[in-house]
């Protein structure tokens, strides 16, 4: 049975979109079903329009689908990213957040491994706190954490975030990340889809009833 990965993610910009980007390409390439899904932007169009990289993110991703509560439930594991606001998710992730609160009531997404990615202007810009913000959530949710970790020469690579992949857009080529963190990206999103499947092959061998599910 095949892993499926939802990453879910908010991006303004761009930079996050190519961290989720590189995250769903290290899972799939590790034998996961992907669900690349951006959530909802809250920001009125004046507002975007004042940043002419923001608009131009915006339409370029306009027909891309948005995520929703059923592809939490539709996958086995969560990876999740956002840009960093003061060392917390940005709002249009964390209203996405706070739509969960029937699937937490009903444990539909307990047990599930999570991780998480962000990007701020600089190194020390509230990238571990923010990923620690996301942290709180998985608690909450009964989520098994999945951070990168110091297991691979990748994460030191990028920064040395063990947390999970962090982005300073002040270091890189007009904001987009460099290709240290994308390889970084992508070994987290490795690491997750090869956890989740020990963990469901687990699971089938202690219940084979599980093999029908």
Known sequence: MT????????????????????????????????????????????????????????????????????????ADALAFGTPTRFGTPAAPLKQFIDQTTELWRDGLLADKPMTAFTSAWNRHGGTEATILSLANVFYHWGGLIVPPGYTDPAVYAAGGNPYGTSFAASAGDGGAPDPATLDAARYQGRRLARTTAVLLAGRRAADPALETV
Do not use: F, N
């Not at 390439?29 to 975007?48: F, K, Q, S, W, Y």
């Open 3 to 74: 892993v499926k990965i939802a990453v879910i993610y908010y991006s303004a910009t761009g930079a996050v979109h190519a961290l989720a980007e590189a995250v769903a390409g290290g899972a799939a390439a590790a034998g996961a079903e992907i669900r690349l899904r951006p959530v909802a932007e809250l920001a009125r169009d004046h507002e975007i329009d004042r940043d002419p990289r923001w608009r131009e993110h915006v339409d370029a991703t306009a027909a891309t689908p948005e995520a929703s509560p059923a592809d939490l439930v539709w």
